[in-house]
């Protein structure tokens, strides 16, 4: 007899969980995430004791259909790629199809959705992997999420989270960037009752700005605008004399996707030149549009590090876009003093 077998699907699941679930905002990550892919308008995030309590997330998105409910919750099973030519192109944020069953092997899970062509929605209710109910449900239109207990299966998991804190603060942080790519999305975000983020989702960046870092902050804040033929670069960047003590506050989106980038962080800092003091860094943030197969999104499960081609043109795009940005605004200046 061999002595190979097969995991179970739920073992399975912790185990992809441990690569994409690995703290409560990489579950407000994948719900928010979903939420944009649905079309919402509206997202709201509401959290009990940093997350490790409840994470609930309300979108006013497309809805999952009664049928595909429990389907929503199987490993690799998703409505956004088909097809090996699909994996080129990703135009959504997930693909994978991994969030929901990893997060529900990890926690416990209500899901109430309706869609827009349903009578009536539907519910279901998972812990560590398990259906415990589905029923119907008097939904409203889009979907509704409730993760609690994270981690309650997992102890290794929850004695290495940080301080509760330290985990808000990373909910915090990856909520805001999230909003900053998507300003024609309205979104909230409450913590034991408290308001820590809304934007009205009118599309325009700078009222983000300005819910997120204030309005003085965002007075401070100048435009940004450049394209070539492959790349197409918008944001706001702040004036020199406004800086910060860590690269945290530089927000760089390709399509929508909050991405991390060492060699497109260095590039912001270059279109200031000596401008900026040895250890301050600028705020910013770039949407940067790009044809979705210049972009490999499938390089790591938390989609965070992606591979673009012609990096290095597109980080000469944004040094270029931030020094012209920088430069215009100098010459107002001057020109007042000629008055
Ligand atoms: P992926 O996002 O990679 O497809 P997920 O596990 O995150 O995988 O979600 C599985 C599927 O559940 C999605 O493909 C989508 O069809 C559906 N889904 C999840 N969340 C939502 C939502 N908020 N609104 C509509 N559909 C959703
Ligand atoms: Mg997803």
Sequence with gaps: MGKIHELSAVLADQIAAGEVIENPAAVVKELVENSLD??????????????????????????????????AFKRHATSKITGKKDLFRVQTLGFRGEALPSIASVADVIVESKTTAASAGAM???????????????????????VRDLFFNTPVRLKYLKSPNTELANITDIVNRLALGHPEVAFSLTHNGRSLLQTVGNGKLQQVLSAIYGVTTARQMIPVG??????????????????????????????????????????????????????RYPLAVLNIELDFQLVDVNVHPTKQEVRISKEEQLAQLIKAAIQASLASENLIPKALDNL
């Design 38 to 71: 649905a079309g919402s308008h509206r997202i709201d995030i509401i959290l009990e004791e940093s997350g490790l309590a409840t994470i609930q997330v309300i979108d006013d998105g497309s809805g999952i259909a009664v049928d595909d409910l429990a389907l």
């Design 124 to 146: 279901i209710h998972l812990r560590g992997g398990e259906i415990l109910v589905q029923e119907a449900a008097a939904s409203r239109q889009g979907t509704q999420i409730t």
């Design 226 to 279: 450049r394209q070539d033929q492959d790349f197409q670069i918008s944001g706001f960047v702040s004036l020199p004399k406004l800086t910060r003590a860590s690269r945290n506050y530089i927000s760089l989106l390709i399509n929508g996707r909050y991405v991390k980038s060492h060699t497109l962080l260095r590039a912001v800092a270059a279109g200031y030149g000596s401008k900026l003091m040895v250890g």
